[in-house]
């Protein structure tokens, strides 16, 4: 079993619409928890991180963590053909000296 | 604001060539990581640097080798090449305040 496990997609969701996008985790002494947007052959770039149980919201994203059920997602509202990417979910284990392990991330196609 | 720079930007290299990535963290950031990511692939850790110290090693090959120096820049040096190791390699880097960031990436293409 991997360390963090995404579905692979690809989700399709039209334009306009609520995608959201599900991660769950095998460490349950993680500490905090990221998502990251990459664009094929570019960088994976921050989109949130959220530490505590709950939801934490940033504009047209809300990050939601459940450390009881190891279960984080991201939802993404109002969704815009350029939100189409691969979505990574990285975790920061207990121990880790920070490293994140990432998991293979959930590919979002976003159409007009 | 400054982020991290990765040099090369493309790099093509022959199978049993030795190759060297730099990466310039963000400055006062104090932990350099460098993470290998193939065609679809999620990113793989390789090894993390704090203070200039090996902080924590992932699925490195032997044939690989890190280091950070004094300025806090750190290099990866690939020797003995081979096909497989073709891919995106990211340097990313955090500090105190937890904000991790990666850098452009080098894409090495061993042929």
């Known amino acids: 079993q991997k360390e963090v496990e995404q579905n692979s997609g690809p989700l399709s969701v039209p334009e306009g619409a609520i995608a959201s996008l599900n991660c769950t985790y095998s460490?349950?002494?993680?500490?905090?928890f990221f998502w990251y947007r990459q664009y094929s052959g570019k960088s994976p770039e921050l989109i949130m991180f959220?530490?505590?149980?709950g939801d934490k919201e940033d504009g047209r994203f809300t990050a939601q963590l459940n450390k009881a059920s190891q279960y984080v997602s991201l939802l993404i509202r109002d969704s815009q053909p350029s939100d189409s990417a691969t979505y990574l979910c990285?975790?920061?284990?207990?121990?880790?000296?920070?490293?994140?392990?990432f998991g293979a991330g959930t590919r979002l196609a976003v159409h007009p | 604001a400054a982020g991290v720079i990765q040099s090369p930007r493309h790099l093509i290299k022959e199978k049993r060539e030795t190759a060297t990535l730099k990466c310039y963290p963000i400055?006062?950031?104090?932990?350099v990581y460098w993470y290998q990511q193939g065609p679809g692939q999620d990113p793989q850790f390789l090894i993390s640097f704090y203070e200039k110290m090996q902080s924590d090693k992932g699925s490195i090959p032997d044939r690989f080798s890190a280091q950070q120096f004094s300025d806090y820049h750190s290099e990866l040096n690939m020797s003995s090449l081979e096909l497989g190791d073709s891919a995106l390699y990211f340097c990313?880097?955090?500090?105190?305040?937890?904000?991790?960031?990666f850098g452009s990436g080098t894409r090495l293409t061993v042929v």
């Open positions: 400055p006062r950031h104090d932990t």
């Open positions: 990313a880097s955090s500090g105190e305040d937890s904000d991790y960031t």
């Open positions: 990285a975790v920061n284990t207990a121990g880790g000296y920070n490293k994140l392990i």
């Open positions: 460490d349950r002494g993680s500490q905090s």
């Open positions: 959220i530490y505590s149980n």
